[in-house]
């Protein structure tokens, strides 16, 4: 399983793609507003840190078909690396069918249920984005989704990249990983409890005091 960070902080990108462990980044209206700067501005800034799939979304007001493909062109026209994101609605996927048409990829998002995953696909979306966390929060499992996207998809022969959204806590991302997903897309916030380990820093404080011990600082 690849990672992709889920955020449109450039600080945070930063940290994370300086550790090595991401190859992508998924960005949403909220997260964009939560920055408040020009989405334009923050994606080519995001551009020039992370070589690899950047997902942008179609304006949150935007829920016609016409209106969608419109700004995925844009959006796609921003770097070679952008990967338009649309949300799962019969609009955004006649959306898909005609970007896909035109060789730009496409993110379906707010992906609930494997009928809609598979739906999704088949309009052609290069991925689509199961959000875990939010069906977690409602007390459906979110990553019997995942289990059950990956199944379908497997059965099918569907080359659709799956990108478990909506992760949590590191938890999640075990299960994700277990379940076959291709993409966890993770705030940095995860990623940075993933490398801890209470024992890792036990370790590494009584490294250092025995090397003290006998060759000093
Ligand atoms: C995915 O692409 C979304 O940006 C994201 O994972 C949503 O996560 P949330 O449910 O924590 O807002």
Redo the contacts with the bound molecule.
Sequence with gaps: MKFFI?TANVEDIRKANDMGIICGV???P??IAKEGRDFNEVIKEIASIVDGPI?GEVKATTTDAEGMIKEGREIAAIHPNMIV?IPMTTEGLKAVKVLNAEGIKT?V?LVFTSNQALLAARAGATYV?P?L??LDDISVCGTDLISEIVEIFQVAGIETEI?A????HPMHVTDCALAGADIA?V?YKVLEQMTKHPLTDQGIEKFQKDYIAVFGE
């Design positions: 889920d998924t960005t949403n909220s997260l997902s994101k993110n998002t984005s959000f966390g939010r990108i959204a909506s992760v949590r897309t705030p």
